[in-house]
T-cell receptor, first 115, second 112 residues
Framework: NAGVMQNPRHLVRRRGQEARLRCSPM?????VYWYRQLPEEGLKFMVY????????ESGMPKERFSAEFPKEGPSILRIQQVVRGDSAAYFC?????????????FGQGTRLTVV | QKEVEQDPGPLSVPEGAIVSLNCTYS??????FMWYRQYSRKGPELLMY????GNKEDGRFTAQVDKSSKYISLFIRDSQPSDSATYLC????????????FGTGTRLTIIP
């Protein structure tokens, strides 16, 4: 059973470009969470999604950031018009049930660098 | 004030020593307390979690929660160089609450 798969592992974008981060949850998991980890900071919650639904996006910046989890395919975190401050490690986690954080597994992360 | 405070370290101890890692939190609603280990350039992996107050032991690791003082601890006995990593505490209030609230992490190095 493969774990949570994130790709790409590393992503470099110029300021103003778009970044797309993908997360495939563990088999049997239909709940996905995205977290951002800035240097010297802990992980910060961004968004919680179920298939085809955004359940809680209270941690998402109001502009330029969006997330989706379609019926088929991975969850996508999209950052438009990236700025240097978006440089961070982005982690997704998946769990089999709503809010079952004790059974949530994290991926290896995507490290975004904006130059 | 951050909801979860954690000393970022770095913390260096000799191999075989007992390591004590600590966090404090401010929200009385938190009921589940978790410890993650994160190796460099990797994702966090759950070490153990505790519900409410009390102790939980798993091999060389012991987690403690004191809700009266809002203090959570992780002890590592007989520390090994392979324990060198960043340790993150995290909390959430109950099942159905989607957000994990993390501390900043403590970077630990075990010196052979």
């Amino acid at each position: 059973n493969a774990g949570v798969m994130q790709n790409p592992r590393h992503l470099v974008r110029r300021r103003g470009q778009e970044a797309r981060l993908r997360c495939s949850p563990m088999k049997g998991h239909s709940h996905v969470y995205w977290y951002r980890q800035l240097p010297e900071e802990g992980l910060k919650f961004m968004v919680y999604l179920q298939k085809e639904n955004i359940i809680d996006e209270s941690g998402m910046p109001k502009e330029r950031f969006s997330a989706e989890f379609p019926k088929e395919g991975p969850s996508i975190l999209r950052i438009q018009q990236v700025v240097r401050g978006d440089s961070a490690a982005y982690f997704c986690a998946s769990s089999p049930l709503k809010g079952l954080n004790t059974e949530a597994f994290f991926g290896q992360g995507t490290r975004l660098t904006v130059v | 004030q951050k909801e979860v405070e954690q000393d970022p370290g770095p913390l260096s101890v000799p191999e075989g020593a007992i390591v004590s890692l600590n966090c404090t939190y401010s929200n009385s609603a938190f009921q589940y307390f978790m410890w993650y280990r994160q190796y460099s350039r990797k994702g966090p992996e759950l070490l153990m979690y505790t519900y409410s107050s009390g102790n939980k032991e798993d091999g060389r690791f012991t987690a403690q929660v004191d809700k009266s003082s809002k203090y959570i601890s992780l002890f590592i006995r007989d520390s090994q160089p392979s324990d060198s990593a960043t340790y993150l505490c995290a909390t959430f209030s109950n099942f159905g609450n989607e957000k994990l609230t993390f501390g900043t992490g403590t970077r630990l190095t075990i010196i052979p």
